[in-house]
T-cell receptor, first 110, second 116 residues
Framework: TQLLEQSPQFLSIQEGENLTVYCNSSSVFSSLQWYRQEPGEGPVLLVTVVTGGEVKKLKRLTFQFGDARKDSSLHITAAQPGDTGLYLCAVWDSNYQLIWGAGTKLIIKP | DSGVTQTPKHLITATGQRVTLRCSPRSGDLSVYWYQQSLDQGLQFLIQYYNGEERAKGNILERFSAQQFPDLHSELNLSSLELGDSALYFC???????????????FGPGTRLTVL
């Protein structure tokens, strides 16, 4: 069983549409990170959320950390082809390890 | 460009062989992390070094080993290779060694290993 469950696994939508992807767990975390990985490249950190209920915005991307710090969501407004990629959530465990979700593969069609 | 470099970019080898993957961290970063990314397992943490010393160990097989040299570059050695070792191997670096939201990791472009 994965510590972090990401949904959906795959999402293909048209340019201009809105979407939300999720990262869920039964565990409580002190912080949670979102990354985007493009084909042929390593993951790039988008945001770190720390406080329960926290909302962070990065241009058209809105990240929310659940009140209980067990889950998080990423909402993209007016998606663009440049948003295409694998979106990964990750959390630190007590052994200095970054634990990753399986990711949501997002394709934005022009 | 993250500032982390990895060589080689692609590696094709046969079962039973041994390979070495190389990583140079960003200037000033003391921590190096190695990850394996496969289709069925996703991203898995392998091992972390901080300023030359092993700091944390994840799901790293005994056939795999790593080290960090005085100039802070790191090498991941994979031996007795099996078909299932085919994957992308990423190196990441960070300034600090501690887990936590403020410790941003910067990833290299990866080495794609294919074992035939």
């Amino acid at each position: 069983t994965q510590l972090l469950e990401q949904s959906p696994q795959f999402l293909s939508i048209q340019e201009g549409e809105n979407l939300t992807v999720y990262c869920n767990s039964s565990s409580v975390f002190s912080s949670l990170q979102w990354y985007r990985q493009e084909p042929g490249e390593g993951p790039v950190l988008l945001v770190t959320v720390v406080t329960g209920g926290e909302v962070k915005k990065l241009k058209r991307l809105t990240f929310q950390f659940g009140d209980a710090r067990k889950d998080s969501s990423l909402h993209i407004t007016a998606a663009q082809p440049g948003d295409t990629g694998l979106y990964l959530c990750a959390v630190w465990d007590s052994n200095y390890q970054l634990i990753w979700g399986a990711g949501t593969k997002l394709i934005i069609k022009p | 460009d993250s500032g982390v470099t990895q060589t080689p970019k692609h590696l094709i080898t046969a079962t039973g062989q041994r390979v070495t993957l190389r990583c140079s961290p960003r200037s000033g970063d003391l921590s190096v992390y190695w990850y394996q990314q496969s289709l069925d397992q996703g991203l898995q943490f392998l091992i972390q070094y901080y300023n030359g010393e092993e700091r944390a160990k994840g799901n790293i097989l005994e056939r795999f080993s790593a080290q960090q040299f005085p100039d802070l570059h790191s090498e991941l050695n994979l031996s007795s290779l099996e078909l299932g070792d085919s994957a992308l191997y990423f190196c990441a670096s960070s300034v600090a060694s501690l887990a936590g939201g403020s410790n941003e990791q910067f990833f290299g472009p990866g080495t794609r290993l294919t074992v035939l």
